[in-house]
């Protein structure tokens, strides 16, 4: 069944074998296998196609595919939107003064390595410095977070950056600067480009345009805030002329990006 199932799942979002099996870093072979039930994928391969399908586990093995109607595919098929949006669970813990106002936390440089892990950890996040900044809407969730490296300017290394949380990730548009959260990166600062409808992807770019732009799946997401103001000890020296050069050289970078992943 899993192999019939695999062969549907994959007609229905119009995919070949070809493009499947470039995806899941498989054989072209090897996949085919799977499909006409030569060979059984193994539970790693399984997650990795219900990741690239953006659909649960269940799904796939414990569903006939063949008996499925027009309603229950476009179930399947919007499953992404439904992770894209927020509308299952997404965990959002904050501490709060005892006006019952919300507070920013400050993402230490030394917690940095354990925010994928405490995000959702009311402990965690309660062992955070907190600071005020009363310019920014009381009707938004504000956090502070600890940048490195030199991908961002003209934010340097060792700023901070203060973002505000987005739950409906459908809603950022295109060149906008954020903090991702992923389980593989870590916290990373950003520009977005917002490729969900395309293949549920965010293609994110930096300023500097030493670094290659990367695509990261909506699935290997935890949290995205949008970039409100940052804090630095210094004073930033990128030219205007500079700055012309960096963004026409990252147009061109972008446009490289997609012709190499669609050739």
């Not at 959702?120 to 009363?134: H, N, V, Y």
């Not at 004073?235 to 700055?243: I, Q, R, S, Y």
Request: net charge negative.
């Amino acid at each position: 069944m899993i192999g019939n199932n695999l062969k549907l799942l994959r007609k229905q979002f119009s995919k070949s074998q070809d493009e499947v099996s470039k995806a899941l870093g498989l054989n072209r072979s090897t996949y085919s296998g799977y499909e006409n039930a030569v060979a059984q994928p193994s539970l790693d391969i399984i997650t990795n196609i219900c990741d690239y399908y953006n659909i649960a586990t269940d799904v796939l093995l414990r569903n006939d595919f063949s008996t499925f109607t027009e309603n229950q595919w476009k179930g399947v098929q919007g499953a992404w939107k439904q992770t894209a949006k927020g509308s299952g669970l997404r965990i959002l813990t904050s501490q709060v003064s005892e006006d019952n106002d919300e507070l920013i936390e400050m993402i230490p440089a030394k917690a940095r390595a354990g925010y994928t892990a405490g995000y959702a950890d009311p402990e965690f996040i309660k062992e955070l410095p907190t600071i005020r900044l009363p310019f920014l809407s009381k009707n938004r969730k504000h956090r502070t977070f600890p940048i490195s490296g030199d991908s961002m300017p003209p934010v340097a290394d060792g700023s901070f950056v203060v973002g505000e949380f987005i739950e409906d990730w459908t809603t950022i548009s295109s060149d906008t600067p954020c903090i991702v959260v992923t389980n593989d990166n870590g916290i990373v600062f950003k520009i977005i480009e917002n490729n969900l409808k395309e293949n549920k992807t965010f293609l994110l770019s930096s300023t500097n345009t030493f670094y290659e732009p990367y695509e990261v799946s909506i699935n290997d997401i935890l949290e995205i805030w949008r970039f409100r103001c940052y804090i630095s000890m210094e004073l930033p020296t990128l030219a205007l002329e500079e700055g012309q050069i960096s963004d026409s050289l990252l147009a061109i970078k972008k446009s490289l990006f997609r012709i190499e992943n669609k050739s």
